[in-house]
């Protein structure tokens, strides 16, 4: 399906970013699954324009150049004007690395010890107001324009947790406009909302009960976000037709799982760069290769996952100088010190199950921390078993484009709280994150499985993703906007 | 309301404990809010036995002279027997130490730091398993036999989390039995139960569905349970009724307030003990009297108490040496790391608030880390403002007691995230447990009230506590458990 009316977009981080070299403008596709998700959108849009932060110096200039926004040519659509919008740089810090992340990220995750954290002062308090607010309040000013720009006649997609205060805002300047939202991250129940003080809590969620439509990418999630309506707003209501009532209008809470476009996948796994990095994996692979590839964020469950393989070849031994546990972790956020000290904490039990198992030349563990693409395709490509144990994921896409390339007939051992599970849980070994032992049995099951039975799980898995892409994660959506703007 | 059948009653901790003095068996009142809650329930009972663990050696020696109880006269009601329990050392060591503490405490609490823990392995499984399953078993076989004694015309009544398997077991043997579940702590909601391993937290709410009502201090938590078997166990429930069905049985959630004796706690404030405490408190008091009262649990939210003093004696210069913050802390489970690290930790805290703001003989928090009573209790009469900040905390007894003795019009400062504050919110000032700023703010309002103000909010707490007293907890149930006897 295509749309008529005009679509406005809004992502933190947009579809390109600019900068300068040799004193020449340059333009960079964005990097981030939500880029890559959303640029399967612009093929269905007719003059459609895509609303983002202005992030470097260069996006600056541009911004202030071209103020309407441009049409990137390295986006490949003609019609498609990304508008970025400049910030005030104090307010845009506060908004993103007071409030969206860590506050929203960590309680959507369950990553505080609230022994010790958030410790909410004044500084939160106006990081809220003058940050997350403030930029929120602009961003609406830009919808707000561009919707009257269009008529009056117009679609907004919001993506993601920097934006939970926006649709309201919209709605009261724009009553007739349809506002769909998705947030690409778990949403937790009510009790993990009741850290914030309820003038911040409650604001969020009304904010986003701006929308017509909130999309999340499991029915668990959308479940959650009504009953954090019920529990904490008092607001009646309905889980099974999954909506809410505010002010008199219907909210519908919905979910559409993200995916991958599985023939581009398909595609870069077979570039040279892949074919180099894999060809090297094979000429030094054991007879096991157990892999993980993941951002270094606490959510992610590196540290148990490592323990988990230390019991593994203790109760194994017979594994030993057969295995490779490699993992493909990227850097994240070594600013904020949660996130510094737990690389350190991945190091040292690296270090002590290396020195507690390894023999000669046998290193258990391989441990990269750095980002490569090409050698994470080429490892999705080799894998025996790959462990996704997170303690809580929105979806986790490396579970999805792994799968889908893998030619070894690979196993996904896959963590109950990811929001992948969902769809690929009945085909997967599953790991339940905070079991050590049982993360220990699941992986040895998974290792030492009858080959039929791990192809059989393989082809059912590559099916569900070739079935639910990302372009029927758009359509799923596009169909709900075109129901919201019938009524 | 009296009961005709035979009543059982089951606790961990029991209403007496023996122990040996000089060749001679010595017999103490069981301490805690369970013990005094439920010896009330002795006057309404009609040949009725408590069931409870032999703690000490001593009740270890009575449990094997008198296997089916005995009625000491200690508790002054001729026809209540109390039975002792004998467990296996290691059994009832797993039981308590590895599952209902830190386990289960830790989840009802939202305690733990999932980054870190907790971490299940072999340990908590075999623990779960040998011992806290196995002593629920042991209890059930003891309540099957007493059931059995009354004919199979019984009641009994279950108390708190360390039974949670219990109920299904007497239900398998008993089928037509009433059980009656009371939970002493909060229930949170169901993405907390999820660190557990499915069957873990399966076997634990299908042991709690044993019952024919389950009982909690609120109806939040008792939501909150229902939400649990919907998202975690899928069983059909019905928010309305609050009920849930399971293998074509009526499962009732409710919720009954759990509360204080007020004519026997009016005794104790003037008791010889406790007036000589107050008259040297009344001695050395400044303008105001900022009082806690709390065990050194990290759930208490001590801590951040103290960052919200440091802050108020920050904002507001004018309270110096006028104001005494009197913290009357009772060390707790110090054999647990995390506890022995939180009472280090509120040293600190409280050496530094001291050195930062301190002047002359003015120290602004005076630490007292011991128990007792009477000084708590003369603490009561004499404070001006009362802080309550808890992070989660089934009820408070704390709020209630302490409001009903006060003799200087003081003010609540309560936790929104406390049972007690459903009844006495509406009359406290609210505090959010997270928000240092706003702690400081509302308690700096408390301090400032006018009397008037003051003495009506007081005034309709005693109410409150006055009208919502024990008896009426226990009725409540009682009036539950005829209705579900009736059907």
Redesign the interface.
């Known amino acids: 399906m295509s749309l008529t009316e005009r679509i406005i977009l809004v992502s933190n981080r947009g579809p390109v970013q600019y900068g300068r070299e040799n004193g020449e403008r340059t333009t960079n596709r964005g990097a981030g699954g939500l880029v890559t998700a959303l640029s399967g959108l612009s093929s269905q849009l007719q003059d459609g324009v895509w609303v983002c932060a202005a992030m470097s110096d260069e996006d600056v200039v541009v911004a202030r150049e071209s103020p309407e926004g441009l049409c990137p040519p390295e986006l490949g659509h003609d019609d498609l004007r990304v508008r970025l919008v400049a910030l005030d740089p104090a307010a845009q810090d506060d908004f993103y690395t007071v409030i969206a992340n860590p506050l929203l990220w960590f309680i959507q995750h ?7 954290g ?5 500084r939160e ?1 106006e990081a809220f107001e003058s940050g997350y607010a403030a930029v929120n309040r602009r961003f609406a000013e830009v919808v707000v324009e561009e919707v009257n720009k269009a008529g009056g006649d117009a679609t907004v997609m919001l993506h993601d947790y920097h934006f939970y205060l926006l649709p309201a805002e919209v709605r009261r300047q724009c009553p007739d406009v349809v506002l769909h939202h998705f947030v690409h991250i778990p949403w ?5 909302w ?5 003038p911040m809590r409650d604001a969020l969620f009304r904010g986003l009960l701006g929308n017509d439509v909130i999309g999340f990418h499991t029915e ?1 999630y959308a ?2 976000f009504l ?1 954090g309506c019920q ?1 904490l707003l008092h607001l009646p209501v309905d889980l099974s037709a999954m909506e809410v009532v505010i002010d008199g209008r219907v909210v519908r809470a919905r979910w559409y799982p993200i995916s991958i476009d599985p023939e581009a996948f398909e595609a870069m796994a077979e570039s040279p760069e892949v074919l180099d990095q894999e060809r090297e994996l094979a000429a030094r692979r054991r007879d096991h290769l157990l892999l993980r590839v993941d951002r270094t964020d ?1 959510s992610k469950n590196i ?2 996952g490592f ?1 988990a393989y230390d ?1 593994l070849l203790q109760d194994h031994p017979e594994l030993a100088e057969r295995i490779t546990f490699l993992a493909l972790l990227q850097p994240s956020r070594q600013d904020v010190p ?1 996130y510094a000290a ?1 690389v350190e904490r991945i190091q040292t039990i690296v270090d002590d199950v290396n020195r507690k198992h390894g023999t000669g030349d046998w290193h258990p563990i391989e441990l990269h921390l750095k980002d490569d693409l090409d050698l994470a395709v080429a490892a999705y490509k080799q894998f025996d078993v790959l462990m996704v144990n997170a ?1 809580f994921d929105g979806m986790n896409l490396v579970a999805k484009e792994s799968i889908l390339v893998n030619r070894r007939d690979g196993v996904l051992a896959l963590s ?2 990811t929001g992948a599970h969902e769809e690929l849980g009945a085909f997967a070994v599953t790991l ?1 994150p ?5 993360q220990a049995d699941a992986i040895h099951e998974a290792l030492t499985m009858p080959v039929e039975e791990r192809r059989g799980r393989r082809d059912a898995c590559v099916k569900v993703v070739q079935q639910n892409d990302v372009a029927k994660w758009l359509q799923m959506q596009l169909a709900d906007i075109s129901r919201a703007a019938a009524e």
């Open positions: 369950h990553l505080y010890d609230l022994k010790t958030p410790n909410i002062t004044r308090i937790p129940d009510p009790d993990a009741r850290v914030l003080p309820p668990g479940r959650n009953l529990e606490p540290v148990r323990m019991l949660e737990y303690m109950e709280n339940h905070f079991d050590i032992q049982q």
